[in-house]
């Protein structure tokens, strides 16, 4: 079965300040791999993907993600925070091929942007 | 395009009753997945359908259950309603294979249950 865990439930950084939250899976085949962010009152929004494809994901809003299979991880990144960052971010995954549709979240990462 | 939409946005229900939550996906979607979101227990799969079919089913009771239509528009519905089924249910699309299995998600039907 896949999973994720996010460590971390708030993360707090300065605006300009990078941007780091960690994400770690758990799938017994290729995973598809996912960041979500989602703002006050509102539905998830797609951040990027990993599918294999390439390890270094660029996604939207200067996000970007790396995919290092050694260490099951696939860190969020963003070089320098701006207070309208602020939201909740979460890592999920999918088995894909044949496994369907379902998405498994982790318990996601609340991202406070100071001034 | 138009994105995934979910209807009604806002439902205050009282324990005991069963209610109907619509979502319509991005045309040309035919995977339909529902979720719900509770403080306490995070984003939750409950169940995907798929040509009409449901192809996956999370870790819910019978009282949740869901349909798909041949347009593609899922309903899903929740009888018995208890306290604890208050939560934001949200409703995602996709093209699966081709578009790396992405899913695209409605703004949720906040459900109340008193």
């Known amino acids: 079965a896949q999973s994720v865990t996010q460590l971390g439930s708030h993360v707090s950084v300065s605006e300009g300040a990078l941007v780091l939250l960690r994400c770690n899976y758990s799938s017994s085949v290729p995973p598809y791999l996912f960041w979500y962010v989602q703002y006050p009152n509102q539905g998830l929004q797609l951040l990027l993907k990993?599918?294999?494809?390439?390890?270094l994901v660029k996604g939207i809003n200067g996000f970007e993600a790396e995919f290092k299979k050694s260490e099951t991880s696939f860190h969020l990144t963003k070089p320098s925070a701006h207070m309208s960052d602020a939201a909740e971010y979460f890592c999920?995954?999918?088995?894909?091929?044949?496994?369907?549709?379902?998405?498994?979240f982790g318990t996601g990462t609340q991202l406070k942007v100071e001034l | 395009k138009a994105g995934v939409t979910q209807t009604p946005r806002y439902l205050i229900k009282t324990r005991g009753q069963q209610v109907t939550l619509s979502c319509s996906p991005i045309?040309?979607?035919?995977?339909v997945s529902w979720y719900q979101q509770t403080p306490g227990q995070g984003l939750q799969f409950l169940f995907e359908?798929?040509?009409?079919?449901?192809?996956n089913k999370g870790n819910f009771p019978g009282r949740f259950s869901g349909r798909q239509f041949s347009n593609s528009r899922s309903e899903m519905n929740v009888s018995t309603l208890e306290l604890g089924d208050s939560a934001l249910y949200l409703c995602?699309?996709?093209?699966?294979?081709?578009?790396?299995?992405?899913?695209?998600f409605g703004p949720g039907t906040r459900l109340t249950v008193t």
């Open positions: 990993y599918t294999s494809a390439a390890t």
């Open positions: 359908y798929f040509s009409e079919t449901q192809r």
């Open positions: 999920a995954v999918t088995k894909g091929a044949g496994g369907g549709n379902k998405l498994t």
């Open positions: 045309s040309g979607h035919r995977s």
């Open positions: 995602a699309s996709s093209l699966e294979e081709a578009s790396g299995y992405e899913q695209y």
